[in-house]
């Protein structure tokens, strides 16, 4: 089993109220913030296989982990508004691939490695496709999930930071389990935020589905790697 601590990516600061704009407007931020985040998961997927390739060690992952939390913190919140965000947001997203490569290497040298990846992979594209497909045609207001994720993100830190020194496998599972738990809920919050006119920052936007979206995917090869029982 691949031992590695479970390190969720902060989420963007948001209000827990929601504006009502014209409907086009909202139609217009979804639009460019879908455009955007495949864009920045295709990036990703670049320079994941440049790590791969280059054969980073491991503690890559956290070094870029920290930095795109310091970058999404103090530097995309500043630049969102202009068009050096688009470069920030990438810079962001290539960096968490370059750190993502290296822990899709240790996978790949387990046993069963490869499958492990495909199923996080596909697991990841199912929630997310479905939560947001979900949002977008049921079109409830989703801004009740507002105390939730927050109130979760706090206790997922507490919980990550108590972890460190426990080195507890089982709650390495409860943590990732409920990490995308929250993620999910992120998702559904962030989309019903867009259409409703909450966010109107397309950049912003994709940081935060990103976001849930790479917090899914390495809480699912955390738990696939414990159950798959390979040291």
Known sequence: MLRKEN???????FSLTLDKPAPEVGNRVLRNTYMLLAATLAFSALTAGVSMALALPTWMYLVSVIGAILMGMFVLPRAANSSAGIGVIFAITGLL???????????????????????????????????????L?????????????FAGMMVMVVAIVANLFLQMPALSLAISAAIILLMSAFILFDTSRIINGGETNYIMATYGLYLSIFNIFVSLLQILGIMGGDD
């Open 7 to 13: 390190v969720a990516m902060n989420r963007a600061p």
């Open 97 to 135: 691939g370059l750190g993502l490569g290296s822990i899709l290497t240790a996978y790949l040298a387990l046993p069963k490695g490869p499958e492990i990846i495909a199923t996080a992979f596909g697991g990841t594209a199912l929630i997310f496709l479905g939560l947001s497909g979900y949002a």
């Open 137 to 149: 045609t049921a079109k409830r207001d989703f801004s009740f999930l507002g105390g939730f994720v």
